[in-house]
């Protein structure tokens, strides 16, 4: 979209440091091959399920996460990555962090 604010797409071995607005995880490695399996960005964030914003109801980890959405990035599934999740639970945002870097996925950063 128009409004959306333009990104770089970076190897996640290359972020240093944790992002501070949100961001994507995309599923392409850094070799330009589509990550698999093909759920896979479905599974992270039925993972991340359970981290809800306080006072999101009983029967909210039924639903996905606000803050780790499944998606698309043009012809790629990915993750879209709110890092307010950290107010929830730091180990969550670190997890995702890690998950991206330990299968060598992309990540896009708003710039």
Not at 34 to 60: E, I, K, N, T, Y
Request: negative net charge; contains cysteine.
């Amino acid at each position: 979209m128009a409004s959306d604010p333009p990104s770089q797409t970076v190897p996640a071995t290359a972020v240093e440091h944790v992002p501070s607005a949100p961001f994507l995880i995309v599923g392409i490695t850094s070799g330009g091959r589509p990550f698999r399996p093909s759920d896979w960005a479905d599974r992270l964030a039925g993972v991340m399920a359970g981290f809800q914003p306080p006072g999101a109801g009983p029967r909210s980890h039924l639903q996905y996460s606000p803050y780790a959405v499944p998606g698309g990035h043009g012809p790629h599934k990915c993750v879209r990555v709110d890092p307010a999740i950290a107010e929830v639970e730091p180990m969550a945002l670190t997890f995702l962090l890690n998950f991206a870097r330990d299968n060598d996925l992309q990540l896009s950063l708003s710039s």
